[in-house]
């Protein structure tokens, strides 16, 4: 359930953090400082990696809006538009380019085959990271436990990676719901383990002889000859005829790569490679789902056609 939050009206389309900066220059800079770290008594540090994960973007935006503590009001000062702007340019000191280049690599290779490209789900159970309420409800800590220990029929991904890809990923697919700044710099406070230093001087290395030539055959060897590929399969009882070579395509754009991995060689879910599963089985898993882990895929993800070519391509395996 979402947290209840009274008066906020949440945009249609992403905030801007890039135009947050004017806003915050002119009206917040005199007491959080030019750099977030605060000049007067009692601001917050924006810079403080800590405190920012835990924070929520529309906690931010109400204090903006109607005052906190000393900090007055700017409803009537600054636009809707211009108080979540600024609201997402306090993260640029927490989230640095790096961190959202690392996250766009982890969301790439680990969660785009159920969130999507975009970040509006390939699935029906995934959430559309592009609705900013729903990212502004909640902190990147939230986030991050749910992409840890799991949540629904995502899996954990605790044991999978590590602390500073799933910040990372976490901070990306926020950033589906925003426009980040670009060119932001790390804060100088380091916010995970630095790696060791390079050594001072790198090791001579040993000169290693060059190989002796080999003589050069008398007659070059035929070619090899490729082994043939796998095309169209006889069709199973009641179902489509596959296509081998068109299911190994098919296989790397859908969801299932995400769990039963590249090749099939199963991972999160198990190895479907060379399955002896009948094609209802396979059918009846995929339109119904099947336990706690295995959603339901509808027609228009994969289709029959679609899912018979798969089929073939896991039987050749």
């Known amino acids: 359930m979402r947290p209840v939050l009274a008066s906020i009206t949440f ?24 750099d977030g770290r605060g000049v007067v008594a009692g601001s917050r540090d924006f810079n403080d990696l800590d405190y920012m994960r835990a924070a929520a973007a529309a906690d931010f935006y109400t204090s903006i809006t109607n005052g906190k503590g000393s900090m007055p009001g700017f409803r009537d000062e600054l636009s809707d538009g211009d108080r979540w702007n600024v609201t997402y340019y306090l993260w640029h000191w927490s989230v640095p380019d790096a961190t ?10 680990n969660c785009v085959s159920c969130h999507g490209e975009d970040g509006n789900g390939a699935i029906p159970q995934a959430p559309a990271f592009t609705d900013v309420e729903f990212i502004s409800r909640y902190s990147a800590s939230q986030f991050f436990k749910s992409v840890s220990g799991g949540k629904g029929i995502m899996p954990a ?17 926020r950033a589906f719901a925003y426009q980040p700044v670009r060119g932001a710099a790390a804060p100088t406070r380091p916010a995970e383990a630095t790696a060791a230093p ?8 040993t000169p290693v002889p060059p190989p002796t030539a080999a003589p050069a055959p008398t007659e070059a060897p035929p070619p090899a000859t490729a082994p043939p590929v796998a095309t169209q399969a006889p069709a199973p009882p009641g179902a489509p005829a596959g296509d081998a070579a068109a299911g190994k395509q098919t296989w790397a754009t859908k969801p299932c790569i995400g769990c039963h991995g590249p090749s099939a060689e199963g991972g999160i879910g198990p190895k479907l490679a060379g399955t002896a599963l009948g094609w209802d089985q396979v059918l ?19 289709s029959d056609q679609e899912l018979a070519d798969i089929y073939a391509w896991l039987k050749s395996q």
Request: aromatic share 8%.
């Open 198 to 205: 390079p050594p001072t001087e790198a090791p001579t290395a």
């Open 157 to 173: 991904w605790q044991s999978r990676l590590s602390d500073a890809e799933r910040w990372a990923s976490v901070e990306y697919a």
């Open 11 to 34: 945009p249609t389309s992403p905030p801007s953090a890039s135009d947050g900066a004017a806003v915050y220059a002119a009206n917040c800079a005199t007491c959080h400082g030019a």
């Open 284 to 302: 009846s898993a995929v339109r119904n789902g099947q336990g706690a882990g295995m959603p339901a895929f509808a027609a228009a993800v994969i």
């Open 100 to 109: 959202l280049a690392l996250g766009s690599q982890v969301y790439a290779a």
